[in-house]
């Protein structure tokens, strides 16, 4: 999955999280930590990438196939996180990043290590054909948007839109909106 449909799955996640689960109006601060958690996980992309000698990009990233990619990896971060912070941060925490982790291991040639460290082996819901090493970067958006992923990426469009849509209406309605 890209950016995009990161972002918009954890921001309508925050939005259903603080409806059914805290019974509270989702706020703008709400938005911008989902947004944040959701694309957490990706942050070990260029750590990875460099720790392996491939930073520069010269071949694909294989981030999926570190253990910052994986549930424990979080479900420990989550128990390190809760003497500091507030219940809810933790249930937002812990969901919105497992969130993520789910969202890697559909229609993907490679998914995640769910299993980890019981075994390395990958997991992916609707696994698709595995791409060629050369295709990454840029080349890798063009591939997902234009190329054999096109259903995909419709439902990840969608994702972003909804995404887009809770933002508007979070914005719009908050107490003191300038709009
Ligand atoms: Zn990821």
Partial sequence: ?????????GVVGALLLDTFVFHRPPTTETLSLAVGFSLLP??????????RGNWPLRRR????TSFSHT???YLVMALMLAPFVTP???????????LHLALDSWATD????????HTDTQYALLPVPLRDEKVYGWRYYRYYYF?????AAWAEMGLA??????????????PGSFW
């Fill in 110 to 117: 490679d998914g995640i290590m769910w299993l980890w460290p």
């Fill in 147 to 151: 190329q054999v992923r096109q259903r």
């Fill in 61 to 64: 990233n294989d981030h999926h």
């Fill in 88 to 98: 809810r941060g933790v249930v937002f925490f812990l969901s919105l990043t497992l």
């Fill in 71 to 73: 549930p424990l990896f």
């Fill in 1 to 9: 999955m890209t950016p995009i449909g990161h972002i918009g799955a």
């Fill in 161 to 174: 839109a909804m995404g887009l849509g809770v933002i508007l209406i979070v914005v719009l309605l908050s």
């Fill in 42 to 51: 990706d942050l070990d992309a260029p750590v990875v990438a460099a720790l």
